[in-house]
C-alpha cells in the first residue's frame, strides 16, 4: 500500500532537497499534500505568442502580452543622466518585427548572463512604443531550449505567493514534479453521490487542473471543487455540532418573576421598539426551555442589541444566576461596562468588568467576587478565557462580535458554567444563505428597526482636502471627529496612507489649532482606555484611528468621520465605522476618500455613499468580495477554510460564486449528516471532519 501523501516530506520531491525544504517550511509546506493545496492566487493566459506586427496594430497597449523571438542584438549602455547601466536586447519574431528589452541595475548583469545572441526568448510584459520601436521595461522571460519543456510560456500560467529563496519558476517545477509522482494518490473522500449530484471532479484531477489547467473552463471547475470541499468540511463540523446541542439538557431552570425586570423596564428612559420585544421573547423562550439556547441576535449598527441582551442578564439574575458579557476589544468591552452600569444603576445589580488592563489588587477582588456569586454580570475580553476565572453559578454567556471569536472560544467560556445558555451579537448583519452555513448551530433573531431619533448619516465620496475643511466647521462649533486609516504604518502592507504618518502631518500642519489624538491596536491597554475617555470627555477634538474603533465607541458629540483610503476596506467595515457617529442630535456626515484607479473599487465606493441599509450592504459585500473576504479570515479564523475566494484569480476564468458553493456544500454536508448522524458509513469525510475540528466537536459534548 502506497504511503499517504499528508506523511511524505516535500523534500523527497525531485529537485526540493533539505535546503529548498526549509525555504518551503516558511510558506507552511512541509508535506507533499501541503504542496499541492498550496493554491496560486493569480493566473495570467500566456497560451499565444503575438507578432511585433500585431502589438502595433492593438488599441490598448496597457494590457501585457507573451511575445516569443530570436535575440539578435545585446547592447550594454550607461545612462548619462543616471550614471547607471542598462542593457538592450533586441528580440526578432519570425517576421522579422522586433521588441526591445531594456532593464537597469541588477538585471543588467542577470540578463547578460542569461542571454546571448540567438537565443530564442519566450518574453512577457507590456510593450510601449517609442521612436525607436517597441520596448518593454518590465519583463518575464524564459531562455527556451529544444528538448525542455517551459512550465511559464505556451500555457495559463500560475503565480504563488513564494518567500525569498525560491523563484517562481523553481516552485512551478517542484509542482509540476510532485503532481507527475504523486498525482495519482491524492485519496478522495466526497462521497460518489456528492461528486455526482454537483457535478464536481474528482480530487485529483482538481488538483492538476488548478495547478496546471488546460484551459480556464477546467481551471474554474478545479477552483470551484476545492472550495466545495473546504466549505462542506466546515459545514459537516457545523451539522454535527448542531446534533449534539440538540441532545443536551442543561440542569438550570429559570422562572420568569418580572420583580427586577419590571423595575428595570420602568427605569429606562426609553421605549423598547416593536423589534426589540420580539427578539426579547425569542430569548426568553430559549432561556425558560430545557434545551439550552444557542441564539444569534443580528442587528444593525444602533439597533438596539445591547439593551435586549441585558434583559436577558437581567433574567438570569432575577433568578440568582450569573452572566458573563464577552467583548473582542478593550474600548468594546469598557462601552458595555458602562452602558450596562448607567442602565442598571437605579436597580440593585452587581455588574463589573475584567480585562487585561485591571491591576492586580482590583483583579484579585473582582475575582473573588466572581467565585462567590456576589457579582450578576460580569463584561470583560478574552482575559474571561483564563483558567484562573471561576462562577459560583454561570448560566448565561453573552458573546459580542460572534465573528471575532468563533466556535473553539465560544465553548471554551461556555465551559465556565454547567451546559449554560449562549447568546451571540453582532453588528455585522450577515446574509441569510452566510448566517445559516457559518452559524448553523444557533438560531436567529433580527433587528432591523432603528429605535426613533436616530437619523441616518449622510455619506459623500470627496477629497481630503474637503474633509479637512469640513472637520474645521465641525469643531469650530465644538463637535468631534474620526479620521480612519487602513494601516497603523506605512510599512504594514501594500500601499496607501498610515495613520502614524497621517497624525503627525494632521496635528502639526493641517489642524495645529485643535486637540488631535492617535489611537490603533498596537498601543498599550491603559493608553488605549485613556485616549477613549479623554475623547468622550471632550478634551480631545480630532481622533486618528485604524479600525479599533469599528465597535464599541459611543460618542455622540463626533458627528464627522472621514476614512481615508476606504477601498481597502469591506462595505461591512465601512457601514461598522459610519455607525460610530450619529449617536448625537446634530447632523452627522461621513467622507470617503480613494485615489484608487480600479472601477470596481470606486463602484463599491459609490454603492456605499447611496445604502444606509446594513443588510444590502452585507449582501453586496458578499457578492463582491466572497465568504473569506466578508469575515476576513485571515484576521479572525471566523470559518475556519483556508481556500477562499480571490477576486483576481477569479477574473482569470469566469464567476465562481462563492455564496453558491456555500449554499451546495451546507445542503450536501446537512444531508450527509442527516442521514448518518455520526458518520459511520463515510469514514473518509469523518476521518476529515474530526482532524480539522476534532477540538471543537469534543469541546461541544462536553461543555
Avoid at 481597502?568 to 448625537?584: E, N, V
Wanted: hydrophobic letters at 40%; glycine letters at 6%.
Amino acid at each position: 500500500m502506497a504511503e499517504n501523501i499528508s506523511n511524505i516530506s516535500v523534500r523527497f520531491v525531485k529537485g526540493v532537497g533539505p535546503k529548498n525544504c526549509e525555504y518551503l517550511k516558511k510558506l507552511g509546506v512541509e508535506t507533499v499534500e501541503d504542496l499541492f493545496f498550496y493554491l496560486p492566487f493569480r493566473m495570467e493566459d500566456r497560451r499565444h505568442p503575438v507578432k511585433a506586427s500585431q502589438i502595433l496594430k492593438m488599441g490598448n497597449l496597457n494590457t501585457p502580452l507573451f511575445f516569443e523571438g530570436v535575440v539578435r542584438k545585446i547592447k550594454i549602455r550607461r545612462s548619462p543622466k543616471r550614471r547607471t547601466q542598462f542593457i538592450e536586447v533586441e528580440v526578432f519574431d519570425s517576421e522579422g518585427g522586433a521588441v526591445t528589452l531594456v532593464a537597469f541595475r541588477q538585471r543588467v548583469k542577470f540578463l547578460a548572463r542569461a542571454v546571448s545572441v540567438g537565443s530564442r526568448l519566450a518574453v512577457f510584459g507590456r510593450a510601449e512604443p517609442t521612436a525607436e520601436g517597441l520596448v518593454m521595461y518590465n519583463f518575464d522571460f524564459e531562455v527556451l531550449e529544444k528538448g525542455m519543456p517551459t512550465l511559464s510560456f505556451f500555457r495559463i500560467v500560475n503565480f504563488y505567493r513564494v518567500t525569498r529563496g525560491i523563484s517562481l519558476s523553481r516552485f512551478r517545477r517542484w509542482m509540476w514534479n510532485a503532481i507527475k509522482v504523486y498525482g495519482e494518490r491524492i485519496p478522495e473522500f466526497l462521497p460518489a453521490k456528492v461528486l455526482g449530484k454537483f457535478s464536481l471532479p474528482g480530487r485529483s484531477a482538481a488538483v492538476s487542473g488548478i495547478h496546471f489547467p488546460d484551459d480556464f473552463p477546467s481551471a474554474a471547475r478545479a477552483y470551484r471543487r476545492i472550495k466545495f470541499e473546504e466549505f462542506f468540511i466546515f459545514e459537516c463540523a457545523v451539522a454535527l455540532i448542531r446534533n449534539i446541542l440538540k441532545k443536551r439538557r442543561k440542569p438550570h431552570r429559570y422562572i420568569l418573576k418580572r420583580n427586577l425586570l419590571t423595575r428595570w423596564k420602568k427605569t429606562l428612559p426609553f421605549a423598547f421598539t416593536a423589534q426589540q420585544k420580539k427578539a426579547i421573547n425569542e430569548i426568553f423562550d430559549d432561556m425558560l426551555a430545557e434545551k439550552p439556547m444557542n441564539r444569534l441576535l443580528q442587528g444593525d449598527v444602533g439597533s438596539g442589541k445591547t439593551v435586549v441582551a441585558l434583559a436577558a442578564a437581567l433574567l438570569a439574575a432575577e433568578n440568582g444566576k450569573q452572566t458573563v458579557f464577552l467583548a473582542p476589544t478593550l474600548p468594546l468591552a469598557m462601552q458595555h461596562y458602562e452602558t450596562v452600569k448607567k442602565l442598571t444603576e437605579e436597580i440593585n445589580v452587581e455588574v463589573e468588568v475584567l480585562t487585561g488592563g485591571v491591576k492586580k489588587g482590583q483583579r484579585e477582588k473582582i475575582l473573588s467576587q466572581i467565585a462567590s456569586g456576589k457579582c450578576d454580570i460580569v463584561i470583560g475580553t478574552h482575559a474571561l478565557l483564563e483558567e484562573n476565572v471561576k462562577f459560583r453559578d454561570l448560566t448565561l454567556v453573552i458573546i459580542d462580535e460572534q465573528q471575532r471569536f468563533g466556535v473553539h472560544q465560544r465553548a471554551l467560556i461556555s465551559q465556565k458554567g454547567i451546559i449554560p445558555d449562549i447568546l451571540v451579537l453582532t453588528a455585522t448583519p450577515i446574509p441569510r444563505t452566510l448566517a445559516l452555513a457559518v452559524f448553523g448551530d444557533l438560531e436567529r433573531t433580527t433587528i432591523r428597526q432603528l429605535p426613533p431619533g436616530r437619523k441616518p448619516v449622510k455619506t459623500v465620496f470627496s477629497t481630503s482636502e474637503e474633509a479637512w475643511r469640513i472637520i474645521r466647521g465641525e469643531v469650530e462649533k465644538k463637535l468631534q471627529a474620526f479620521i480612519v486609516y487602513p494601516l497603523i504604518e506605512e510599512s504594514d502592507a501594500g500601499s496607501g496612507k498610515a495613520a502614524e504618518a497621517a497624525y503627525k502631518v494632521l496635528s502639526k500642519d493641517v489642524f495645529p489649532d485643535f486637540r488631535v489624538a492617535l489611537l490603533h491596536g498596537r498601543m498599550p491597554s491603559s493608553r488605549k482606555q485613556k485616549i477613549m475617555e479623554d475623547m468622550a470627555s471632550r478634551k480631545i477634538d480630532i481622533l486618528i484611528s485604524t479600525t479599533v474603533i469599528e465597535v464599541g465607541i459611543d460618542i455622540p458629540n463626533a458627528t464627522v468621520m472621514v476614512i481615508e483610503n476606504a477601498e481597502k476596506f469591506g462595505l461591512s467595515t465601512l457601514h461598522q465605522l459610519r455607525g460610530r457617529i450619529g449617536r448625537g442630535k446634530a447632523e452627522s456626515c461621513c467622507i470617503v476618500t480613494s485615489s484608487s484607479t480600479d472601477e470596481m473599487a470606486i463602484r463599491r465606493l459609490r454603492y456605499f455613499t447611496q445604502c444606509h441599509d446594513g443588510f444590502a450592504l452585507a449582501e453586496k459585500d458578499l457578492e463582491l468580495r466572497g465568504a473569506g473576504e466578508f469575515f476576513g479570515i485571515a484576521q479572525h479564523g471566523a470559518m475556519d477554510v483556508k481556500f477562499s475566494y480571490n477576486r483576481t484569480l477569479e477574473a482569470g476564468f469566469g464567476e465562481v460564486s462563492d455564496l453558491r458553493v456555500i449554499k451546495e456544500a451546507c445542503r450536501a454536508a446537512f444531508s450527509l449528516v442527516g442521514a448518518d448522524p455520526e458518520l459511520k458509513f463515510y469514514p473518509a469525510v469523518r476521518k476529515k471532519v474530526y482532524a480539522r475540528f476534532g477540538g471543537r466537536l469534543h469541546l461541544a459534548k462536553v461543555s
